[in-house]
């Protein structure tokens, strides 16, 4: 096999919802790679997820252009992973989401969860990071303090249990932490990054109503969901900004747990990178365009892209068409990647303690 050594693009894996829309601004708004990516048959559907690391999606160049992703995970192991994070699936799920309307109310177990209802599973902690937010955006995100489960059954069996969650005006740029057990859903009018451990085990609160493309209500997960709910859980929401200079522009350090690492980029100049020898990254273009470069050639980026860079890759370089922001996403060493470098930069730990989730 040909070694993976350079920065390699993903097509993301386009999919409809009921609470989805058609119009896929800011990141896809008027690209006709959206339409390509889509069977005929749901090209007029309302796209709701953007999945950039399903298992699904195609490598568009390099070795294993043509190729979907848990193939190259299953041939390439730790070639593409790194030592640090092989396994038999790609470590992090990102998407991107657009909605039109209120998603369902959910909660989702931890790793050990999981596996004990479904062995062989892992669990789901995730984070939000807010692109855009409508005159409409809210978001549910964990139960108002005095709440108990068996208030959250009846509210589930009524249709009503919105009223028993924290609700939230989300901003542009707000991060959202949401460790597993935390009960939330997004509504309407919002452009949402998503990252999250790669799973897509989730147990259904409240559909408020809703019915599925078959015409029938869609089943709930209420005494599964309420097993694994945290009911204490506090909403961690807007968290703290750390945004320091770089060379290149800024980096923003959004958030960090075991589990990933987010960090924004932003490029005004050129970008020098180097790959990390012992894991792969994600890089996500959240906006602008330009060039990936390496020492063998180029390769043009835009809004929306998720390219992986395995640990061959070595060193490349970004260069902005102007100004552009693109989210870094990896699996860390919470120690080295975030604690360290945030100390060295004279942040506080008090500020740090709000980025950095154990």
Same mark, same amino acid.
């Given at each position: 096999m040909k070694k993976l050594d350079s920065p390699l693009l993903l097509a993301p894996v386009f999919e409809p919802r009921l609470w989805g829309r058609q119009d896929l601004t800011p990141i896809y708004g008027g690209d006709p790679r959206v339409s390509a990516a889509l069977p005929a048959a749901l090209r007029h559907e309302t796209i709701a997820e953007a999945w950039l690391t399903d298992n699904a999606a195609r490598f568009l160049n390099?070795?294993? +252009? %043509?190729?979907?992703?848990?193939?190259? &995970?299953?041939?390439? %192991?730790? $070639?593409l992973l790194g030592p640090a994070n092989a396994g038999p699936r790609f470590p992090i799920l990102a998407k991107f989401l657009f909605t039109s309307a209120w998603l369902s109310v959910q909660v989702h177990p931890n790793d050990a969860q999981a596996h004990e209802s479904h062995p062989g599973t892992i669990g789901k902690t995730e984070m939000w990071y807010v692109v855009s937010a409508g005159r409409k955006a809210e978001y549910l995100l964990g139960v108002k303090p005095g709440v108990n489960a068996a208030a959250l059954r009846r509210a589930s069996r009524q249709g009503k249990i919105a009223a028993l969650l924290r609700r939230f005006r989300p901003k542009p740029g707000e991060a959202i932490f949401l460790p597993a057990g935390t009960v939330h859903t997004l509504g309407p009018d919002l452009? &949402? =990054?998503?990252?999250?451990?790669?799973?897509d085990i989730t147990y259904r609160l409240d559909d408020f109503g809703r019915l599925g493309p078959d015409g029938k209500p869609r089943p709930l997960h209420v005494e599964e969901g309420l097993r694994v709910a945290r009911l204490d859980a506090p909403p961690l929401r807007n968290l703290a900004r750390v945004e320091l200079p770089e060379p290149f522009?800024?980096?923003?350090? &959004?958030?960090?747990?075991?589990? =990933?690492? &987010?960090?924004?980029?932003t490029l005004n100049r050129c970008a020098q990178m180097t790959s990390a020898s012992y894991r792969v990254e994600l890089l996500v273009v959240l906006s602008g365009s330009g060039r990936v470069e390496t +020492?063998?050639?180029?390769? %043009? =980026?835009?809004?929306? $892209?998720?390219w992986l860079i395995p640990p061959g890759a070595g060193k490349y370089r970004l260069w902005p068409r102007g100004q552009a922001k693109i989210f870094r996403c990896y699996v860390p060493n919470l120690d080295e990647d975030f604690l360290q470098p945030l100390l060295r930069r004279k942040i506080p730990s008090r500020t740090i303690a709000k980025l950095v989730f154990d």
């Amino acid at each position: 096999m040909k070694k993976l050594d350079s920065p390699l693009l993903l097509a993301p894996v386009f999919e409809p919802r009921l609470w989805g829309r058609q119009d896929l601004t800011p990141i896809y708004g008027g690209d006709p790679r959206v339409s390509a990516a889509l069977p005929a048959a749901l090209r007029h559907e309302t796209i709701a997820e953007a999945w950039l690391t399903d298992n699904a999606a195609r490598f568009l160049n390099g070795p294993v +252009a %043509g190729s979907q992703l848990k193939d190259v &995970v299953q041939a390439y %192991g730790e $070639e593409l992973l790194g030592p640090a994070n092989a396994g038999p699936r790609f470590p992090i799920l990102a998407k991107f989401l657009f909605t039109s309307a209120w998603l369902s109310v959910q909660v989702h177990p931890n790793d050990a969860q999981a596996h004990e209802s479904h062995p062989g599973t892992i669990g789901k902690t995730e984070m939000w990071y807010v692109v855009s937010a409508g005159r409409k955006a809210e978001y549910l995100l964990g139960v108002k303090p005095g709440v108990n489960a068996a208030a959250l059954r009846r509210a589930s069996r009524q249709g009503k249990i919105a009223a028993l969650l924290r609700r939230f005006r989300p901003k542009p740029g707000e991060a959202i932490f949401l460790p597993a057990g935390t009960v939330h859903t997004l509504g309407p009018d919002l452009v &949402v =990054f998503e990252v999250e451990e790669n799973s897509d085990i989730t147990y259904r609160l409240d559909d408020f109503g809703r019915l599925g493309p078959d015409g029938k209500p869609r089943p709930l997960h209420v005494e599964e969901g309420l097993r694994v709910a945290r009911l204490d859980a506090p909403p961690l929401r807007n968290l703290a900004r750390v945004e320091l200079p770089e060379p290149f522009g800024s980096r923003r350090y &959004v958030l960090a747990c075991r589990y =990933f690492a &987010v960090e924004l980029l932003t490029l005004n100049r050129c970008a020098q990178m180097t790959s990390a020898s012992y894991r792969v990254e994600l890089l996500v273009v959240l906006s602008g365009s330009g060039r990936v470069e390496t +020492a063998s050639g180029w390769w %043009g =980026f835009r809004s929306g $892209e998720p390219w992986l860079i395995p640990p061959g890759a070595g060193k490349y370089r970004l260069w902005p068409r102007g100004q552009a922001k693109i989210f870094r996403c990896y699996v860390p060493n919470l120690d080295e990647d975030f604690l360290q470098p945030l100390l060295r930069r004279k942040i506080p730990s008090r500020t740090i303690a709000k980025l950095v989730f154990d």
